[in-house]
């Protein structure tokens, strides 16, 4: 069981705190409640580009790694469709100088072109290292506007168009951070040897001097149920033809959640998978193949992305995935198959608590849905997954009319 403590300072930031003495370090995890999602349609790449403004320093602290490292301090950051994230871990001595840092980049950064033009040039050079030079790179913005057509999870975090990031001016970037990065938009998550009473000190003390902002309303259109079989093929100089599916699912504190999770765990748990055993090791159809829920906040997706070996046909080789699909819906898993995926999704979940951090940022994510107390009781939810639910999910969501589909082909010649 893991026990914390929840208070709220007065301009809003709320601060959680779980202490765990066996570690003599400190977690400290800010979670900011925006994400690529709260981007204009016209000016996406915002929230991204703002994980690495957070770090260009303040009138303050124009070094903010500096302080931290010789604190023996390390840090990092992400950004995705609904939060951005930032997070560290310092020897529990110095813990103040997470305090002293993180509380002067939420009162106001380094607004100054030259920051902005330093940032703007590393997001635009990401741009191009991870989606559009490097193979496959550009799947993902393909296959998600095809899946939605007017919520914003239509474009990747990296944003819709490169164009975006390199257009944008400073009066956007002061207008996006005063309007989402603030106390009253914030968590903070402290985890490790670390008391509450220390912890409500230090947060009043750093954080109770920024202000609270009028944040942007979140007005998001409601993505239609898609009741079409959509379908796209391009082709690319990639070492394989691969092939994407994507399928609608609801929100991430839906009841169907958990147990979609556990039919991609089915589908595609490592080598025990049912893709993996049938399409890979047997079939030798695709030379890998995944399955993964988005997890997204609002209705996200399962995705299935596999790569095909050398000759073989895409349509052939998507009907054996079509034949693995109708088995979950006309046939209840064995009983021995979903103990041993739940037992993985236990024991996975027990090791991965175990860390500081990651205990900070489950913590977080968990106050940002509106139930902390999923850190210790997620797994009990997963566990109530039975075989009849896995039929009737499957037959609900994992259909033709709910799914997108990219025939990703192969052009090179070897």
């Given at each position: 069981m893991i026990k914390f403590y929840r208070f709220s300072l007065e301009n809003g930031l709320r601060v959680l705190v779980h202490e765990d003495k066996s570690s003599p370090l400190v977690a400290m995890n800010i979670l900011y409640d925006v994400g690529s999602r709260d981007e204009n349609p016209e000016s996406t790449g915002l929230a991204h580009l703002f994980e690495h403004l957070m770090f260009g320093g303040t009138s303050a602290i124009p070094d903010y790694d500096k302080p931290l490292q010789l604190a023996g301090g390390e840090n990092n950051a992400f950004t995705n469709s609904d939060i951005t994230d930032y997070y560290l871990t310092v020897p529990e001595t110095n813990i103040e100088t997470g305090f002293w840092l993180e509380s002067d980049r939420m009162s106001g950064l380094d607004f100054s072109h030259k920051n902005l033009e330093t940032q703007k040039s590393v997001v635009i050079e990401e741009f191009y290292q991870r989606y559009l030079n490097q193979p496959y790179g550009d799947a993902m913005l393909l296959l998600k506007p095809m899946a939605y057509k007017i919520h914003p999870y239509r474009w990747m975090t990296i944003g819709r168009d490169i164009s975006h990031v390199e257009n944008v001016n400073l009066d956007e970037v002061k207008d996006f951070?005063?309007?989402?990065?603030?106390?009253?938009?914030?968590?903070?998550?402290?985890?490790?040897?670390?008391?509450?009473?220390?912890a409500f000190m230090l947060a009043n003390k750093w954080f109770s001097t920024v202000s609270k902002r009028m944040i942007k309303p979140r007005k998001l259109p409601e993505e239609p149920v898609q009741n079409e079989e959509r379908r796209m093929t391009v082709e690319r100089?990639?070492?394989?033809?691969?092939?994407?599916?994507?399928?609608?699912?609801?929100?991430?504190?839906?009841?169907?959640?958990?147990?979609?999770?556990?039919?991609?765990?089915?589908?595609?748990?490592?080598?025990?998978?049912?893709?993996?055993?049938?399409?890979?090791?047997?079939?030798?159809?695709?030379?890998?193949?995944?399955?993964?829920?988005?997890?997204?906040?609002?209705?996200?997706?399962?995705?299935?992305?596999?790569?095909?070996?050398?000759?073989?046909?895409?349509?052939?080789?998507?009907?054996?995935?079509?034949?693995?699909?109708?088995?979950?819906?006309?046939?209840?898993?064995?009983?021995?198959?979903?103990?041993?995926?739940?037992?993985?999704?236990?024991?996975?979940?027990?090791?991965?608590n175990t860390n500081i951090l990651n205990k900070a940022m489950n913590i977080s994510f968990y106050e940002l849905l509106g139930n902390p107390d999923l850190i210790n009781n997620e797994v009990d939810e997963y566990k109530k997954t039975d075989r009849k639910m896995v039929a009737e999910v499957s037959q609900k969501f994992l259909i033709p009319t709910n799914c997108s589909t990219l025939y990703y082909i192969s052009t090179r010649k070897d």
């Amino acid at each position: 069981m893991i026990k914390f403590y929840r208070f709220s300072l007065e301009n809003g930031l709320r601060v959680l705190v779980h202490e765990d003495k066996s570690s003599p370090l400190v977690a400290m995890n800010i979670l900011y409640d925006v994400g690529s999602r709260d981007e204009n349609p016209e000016s996406t790449g915002l929230a991204h580009l703002f994980e690495h403004l957070m770090f260009g320093g303040t009138s303050a602290i124009p070094d903010y790694d500096k302080p931290l490292q010789l604190a023996g301090g390390e840090n990092n950051a992400f950004t995705n469709s609904d939060i951005t994230d930032y997070y560290l871990t310092v020897p529990e001595t110095n813990i103040e100088t997470g305090f002293w840092l993180e509380s002067d980049r939420m009162s106001g950064l380094d607004f100054s072109h030259k920051n902005l033009e330093t940032q703007k040039s590393v997001v635009i050079e990401e741009f191009y290292q991870r989606y559009l030079n490097q193979p496959y790179g550009d799947a993902m913005l393909l296959l998600k506007p095809m899946a939605y057509k007017i919520h914003p999870y239509r474009w990747m975090t990296i944003g819709r168009d490169i164009s975006h990031v390199e257009n944008v001016n400073l009066d956007e970037v002061k207008d996006f951070f005063y309007s989402h990065y603030a106390p009253n938009n914030a968590i903070l998550t402290l985890t490790g040897n670390i008391s509450p009473d220390r912890a409500f000190m230090l947060a009043n003390k750093w954080f109770s001097t920024v202000s609270k902002r009028m944040i942007k309303p979140r007005k998001l259109p409601e993505e239609p149920v898609q009741n079409e079989e959509r379908r796209m093929t391009v082709e690319r100089d990639v070492p394989a033809t691969a092939l994407y599916k994507g399928w609608h699912i609801g929100k991430r504190d839906s009841k169907d959640y958990y147990v979609l999770d556990l039919i991609t765990d089915l589908l595609a748990g490592g080598e025990s998978g049912r893709l993996y055993t049938k399409l890979v090791r047997e079939k030798k159809l695709f030379s890998e193949i995944n399955a993964y829920l988005t997890s997204d906040i609002d209705p996200g997706m399962v995705i299935l992305y596999g790569r095909l070996m050398k000759g073989i046909d895409i349509q052939y080789a998507e009907e054996s995935v079509n034949k693995i699909l109708s088995n979950l819906k006309e046939r209840y898993p064995a009983e021995k198959e979903m103990e041993k995926v739940k037992n993985k999704f236990e024991s996975s979940t027990i090791l991965s608590n175990t860390n500081i951090l990651n205990k900070a940022m489950n913590i977080s994510f968990y106050e940002l849905l509106g139930n902390p107390d999923l850190i210790n009781n997620e797994v009990d939810e997963y566990k109530k997954t039975d075989r009849k639910m896995v039929a009737e999910v499957s037959q609900k969501f994992l259909i033709p009319t709910n799914c997108s589909t990219l025939y990703y082909i192969s052009t090179r010649k070897d």
